[in-house]
C-alpha cells in the first residue's frame, strides 16, 4: 500500500481490482455454499437449482461492480 500511494501504476491497480473481485466472490460463495448446505439438509435441491445459484455469484458481483462506475 505504501508504493501504491507514493506511484500508482496501471498493473497495480489492475492487480487491486482483480483481488477485490476475489474476495468478493469468495465471501459470495461462502454463504451461497452454506445456504445450499444448510437447506439441502431439509429439502431435496434439484441439480438445476444449485448450479442457477452458483452461477447467481458472479452475475452478482459483476453487476455490484459495475453499479459502482
Do not use: N
Not at 496501471?10 to 474476495?23: N, P
Not at 448446505?37 to 458472479?58: K, S
Amino acid at each position: 500500500m505504501f508504493f501504491e500511494e507514493k506511484k500508482s501504476r496501471f498493473i497495480t491497480r489492475a492487480l487491486d481490482v482483480i483481488s477485490g473481485f476475489w474476495i468478493w466472490m469468495s465471501l459470495f460463495f461462502f454463504f451461497d455454499i452454506l445456504f445450499i448446505y444448510i437447506i439441502g439438509a431439509f429439502v431435496e435441491l434439484p441439480f438445476y437449482i444449485i448450479v442457477a445459484l452458483l452461477l447467481l455469484v458472479p452475475i452478482i458481483t459483476i453487476h455490484s461492480y459495475c453499479m459502482l462506475i
